[in-house]
């Protein structure tokens, strides 16, 4: 498996298994625009694009990762943990943040093997399910 930062010639794949992208102009909008900024990295096994995940500086300055999405055939082989550890070196502020829905159980679990601790909840974005703030700090200092 491969792991690097995505180019636009990645776009349609990732736009490709992403059911989002699928019925949501704005997931496809943001899939280019994490692109552009190189912000976005994929996994690719034979290659074929079987994931993607975003790592950006938008949330207080700090790391960032505002999306990990393996294709649903992908899933449970340890690709989007691969894809974490990868954004975790990658990753320039000593502190590492990213969120999931309370309802999202499989990227808790991931979170929690990756000792990711929890950092807060945030209430009103999905309707009766808050969003778990998770946190992980890579370095003492900033490098
Ligand atoms: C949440 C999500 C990213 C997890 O990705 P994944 O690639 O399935 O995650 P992993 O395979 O690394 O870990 C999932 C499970 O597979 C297990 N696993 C890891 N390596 C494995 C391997 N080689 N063989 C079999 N299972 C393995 C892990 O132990 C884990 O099991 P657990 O849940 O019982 O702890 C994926 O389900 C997804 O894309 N969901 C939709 C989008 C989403 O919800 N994104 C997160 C919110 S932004």
Known sequence: MELRIATTTDADAIIGFDHVAASDVARVQFIHEQ???SACYIAV????????AVLNYKFYDNGWIEMLYVHPQFRG???GSSLIRHLINECRTPKL??????SNVPM??????????????IEN???GDPELVYFKRLRDNAT
């Open 35 to 37: 692109i552009e900024s």
């Open 45 to 52: 096994i034979d290659a074929n694009v079987v994931a993607y």
């Open 77 to 79: 082989q340890g690709i």
């Open 97 to 102: 943040f990213t969120s999931t829905n309370q």
């Open 108 to 121: 808790q679990r991931l979170l929690a093997t990756l000792e990711f601790a929890r950092s807060g909840l």
């Open 125 to 127: 974005l999905d309707d």
